[in-house]
């Protein structure tokens, strides 16, 4: 009858290549099955973290609809994207350090690992490992390095509370050495021997300036009382301080008659104590003073410098203890983006390879494979067949 099939010529084929098809599929089932069971055991860890913070959309009428709804699913499709960042890689390396082979503590190589699976406000962090006890704590270390992640960039904190306890740390151990510098210059520096200096010689000066004018002056009662007031004067400067009131009446200045050896006594006094040579002229002892002054400025101003340098830093620690401080609060305050919800167990049972089901596949493509590779060397036949009978004829 027409339009009929004839099964009976395709099953006389099977059965004429019944050898040949079940070679193949007995080939293609032991391959996959040895394969399978070659190939190491893969274990599977899940973690996940929850979106515990969406914006609320307002409706006032349906067709005036706020454009928070698209808002929040971008930030959605911001926060799965996130999951897979190099960013979250590098820490994750640096946190699991020795627990990782070398070739593993590439981020390339760590994000193969990884897979995410987006269930709403539940997002899934699967990861993929030979070791059970890797692939939790990869997965573990994923979720919580995620969660710190996210939620800084989404606080508005820069830096953390341990970043900026480090950077205050430093700065503290920076004020120290500033305050140990300052501390070493103060016992070790000639601000006291050269003001102690210029004063003596100054005074030498004015001694000897003294000296010149009674040496020269007229010998008045006044003019004696006003030089022995001066020497007076000089010697309260020279050896202590000078009262807050000095009282002396005119009969006590009439009375007061100082000599020249007076002078020159004080004057040797003074020249031993200041280090200055016998002699030496009120011009050379002004050069000398200027000198010292000069000196004296140097040793102020180094002073000086070091005492800013130790009050900055001082700011700048006090600065930095604040905002760690300031810092810690707010971390506490603020809410959080996402939050770890699903801890990975250490897997038990591995994921693969599924050596049962491999293998049925294999034999069910070695049978498909077989059936055609027995139709195909039919085909070929008869058609050598048939060249060869038309050769013949």
Same mark, same amino acid.
């Given at each position: 009858?027409?339009?009929?099939?004839?099964?009976?010529?395709?099953?006389?084929?099977?059965?004429?290549?019944?050898?040949?098809?079940?070679?193949?599929?007995?080939?293609?089932?032991?391959?996959?099955?040895?394969?399978?069971?070659?190939?190491?055991?893969?274990?599977?860890?899940?973690?996940?973290?929850?979106?515990?913070?969406?914006?609320?959309?307002?409706?006032?009428?349906?067709?005036?609809?706020?454009?928070?709804?698209?808002?929040?699913? $971008?930030?959605?499709?911001?926060?799965?994207?996130?999951?897979?960042?190099?960013?979250?890689?590098?820490?994750?390396?640096?946190?699991?350090?020795?627990?990782?082979?070398?070739?593993?503590?590439?981020?390339? =190589?760590?994000?193969?690992?990884?897979?995410?699976?987006? *269930?709403?406000?539940?997002?899934?962090?699967?990861?993929?490992?030979?070791?059970?006890?890797?692939?939790?704590?990869?997965? @573990?270390?994923?979720?919580?390095?995620?969660? =710190?992640?996210?939620?800084?960039?989404?606080?508005?904190?820069?830096?953390?509370?341990?970043?900026?306890?480090?950077?205050?740390?430093?700065?503290?151990? &920076?004020?120290? /050495?500033?305050?140990?510098?300052?501390?070493?210059?103060?016992?070790? @520096?000639?601000?006291?021997?050269?003001?102690? *200096?210029?004063?003596?010689?100054?005074?030498?000066?004015?001694?000897?300036?003294?000296? /010149?004018?009674? /040496?020269?002056?007229?010998?008045?009662?006044?003019?004696?009382?006003?030089?022995?007031? =001066?020497?007076?004067?000089? *010697?309260?400067?020279?050896?202590?301080?000078?009262?807050?009131?000095?009282?002396?009446?005119?009969?006590?200045?009439?009375?007061?008659?100082?000599?020249?050896?007076?002078?020159?006594?004080?004057?040797?006094?003074? &020249?031993?104590?200041?280090?200055?040579?016998?002699?030496?002229?009120? =011009?050379?002892?002004?050069? &000398?003073?200027? *000198?010292?002054?000069?000196?004296?400025?140097?040793?102020?101003?180094?002073?000086?410098?070091?005492?800013?340098?130790?009050?900055?830093?001082?700011?700048?620690?006090?600065?930095?203890?604040?905002?760690?401080?300031?810092?810690?609060?707010?971390?506490?305050?603020?809410?959080?983006?996402?939050?770890?919800?699903?801890?990975?167990?250490?897997?038990?049972?591995?994921?693969?390879?599924?050596?049962?089901?491999?293998?049925?596949?294999?034999?069910?493509?070695?049978?498909?494979?077989?059936?055609? $590779?027995?139709?195909?060397?039919?085909?070929?036949?008869?058609?050598?067949?048939?060249?060869?009978?038309?050769?013949?004829?």
């Amino acid at each position: 009858m027409e339009g009929e099939v004839d099964l009976r010529k395709y099953i006389s084929v099977l059965r004429r290549h019944w050898k040949l098809i079940v070679t193949i599929t007995v080939i293609a089932a032991f391959i996959a099955g040895l394969v399978s069971f070659l190939s190491p055991s893969t274990y599977e860890a899940r973690a996940a973290v929850l979106v515990t913070k969406a914006r609320s959309e307002i409706v006032f009428e349906p067709k005036y609809r706020t454009s928070l709804e698209q808002d929040v699913a $971008s930030q959605h499709k911001a926060l799965v994207a996130l999951v897979k960042s190099s960013t979250i890689a590098t820490q994750v390396i640096e946190q699991l350090g020795d627990k990782l082979e070398p070739g593993e503590r590439g981020a390339e =190589s760590i994000l193969d690992k990884v897979q995410v699976r987006d *269930q709403g406000d539940f997002i899934e962090i699967s990861v993929k490992s030979t070791d059970p006890r890797k692939a939790a704590a990869i997965a @573990n270390a994923w979720a919580k390095s995620y969660e =710190s992640h996210v939620n800084s960039l989404y606080s508005g904190i820069l830096q953390t509370p341990e970043q900026l306890q480090v950077q205050a740390n430093a700065a503290r151990k &920076e004020y120290e /050495e500033k305050q140990g510098a300052l501390a070493d210059f103060i016992s070790d @520096n000639r601000i006291s021997e050269l003001s102690w *200096q210029i004063a003596d010689k100054e005074v030498l000066c004015q001694v000897k300036s003294l000296r /010149e004018q009674i /040496e020269a002056g007229s010998s008045s009662p006044t003019s004696i009382a006003a030089n022995s007031l =001066s020497f007076i004067l000089l *010697q309260t400067r020279a050896f202590t301080t000078l009262p807050t009131e000095l009282q002396i009446s005119m009969d006590q200045l009439s009375s007061l008659n100082t000599s020249l050896d007076d002078v020159d006594a004080l004057i040797s006094t003074l &020249e031993a104590r200041s280090g200055t040579t016998r002699g030496q002229s009120i =011009s050379k002892l002004q050069q &000398e003073i200027l *000198q010292l002054e000069g000196e004296l400025e140097q040793e102020s101003a180094r002073q000086r410098e070091l005492e800013k340098s130790r009050d900055i830093a001082w700011e700048t620690y006090t600065t930095l203890d604040s905002k760690v401080a300031e810092v810690k609060v707010a971390a506490l305050a603020q809410d959080a983006v996402v939050r770890v919800a699903v801890v990975a167990p250490v897997p038990e049972r591995p994921v693969g390879p599924h050596k049962g089901r491999n293998t049925g596949i294999a034999l069910v493509l070695g049978l498909v494979v077989g059936v055609l $590779s027995a139709f195909g060397t039919e085909y070929f036949k008869k058609g050598h067949e048939e060249e060869i009978k038309s050769t013949e004829s």
